[in-house]
């Protein structure tokens, strides 16, 4: 009895996002490369394998060892969500962009706080001066 198996990976290739198709059929791999263009949704992501699976330009087939593993599929489903929760979708580079784009919020939000702590110390100061002013004459 012949088997195949297929698998899509989407991830951001900058600056578009990206889907791999691989296949394993006779125990030989075929991959094909598809540009979303936009982050796809997951129903547009269904929508396209529906449409276009079939005229897909697969590699040529690759000799590959194939693991007959069995698994529940609710235990795949918690395994998979647990690997999003930890790390989160996207490469290290994209986890590194993330970091610093936090960092860089930080650094503005203090920048803010000292300016505007900066003005109502002016203001307080103009305040002030006036205040003397309109007593020196007393």
Avoid at 10 to 23: A, I, K, Q
Avoid at 68 to 97: C, F, W, Y
Avoid at 125 to 138: A, I, M, N, V
């Amino acid at each position: 009895m012949d088997k195949t198996n297929g698998k899509l990976t989407v991830y951001f290739e900058e600056p578009f996002w990206v889907g791999v198709f691989e296949r394993i059929e006779d125990g030989k791999l075929s991959v094909a490369k598809v540009i979303f263009g936009a982050e796809p949704k997951d129903y547009e992501v269904q929508e396209y394998i529906q449409q276009y699976y079939f005229s897909l330009k697969f590699s040529p087939a690759v000799e590959t060892v194939v693991k007959d593993i069995k698994r529940n599929p609710k235990r795949m489903h918690r395994e998979v969500k647990k690997q999003t929760i930890g790390t989160g979708i996207g490469t290290k580079s994209q986890q590194a962009l993330k970091l610093q784009q936090e960092h860089n919020k930080q650094e503005r939000k203090e920048r803010n706080r000292k300016k505007k702590e900066a003005k109502e110390q002016r203001m307080f100061e103009l305040k002030q001066q006036k205040k003397r002013e309109k007593h020196e004459g007393h």
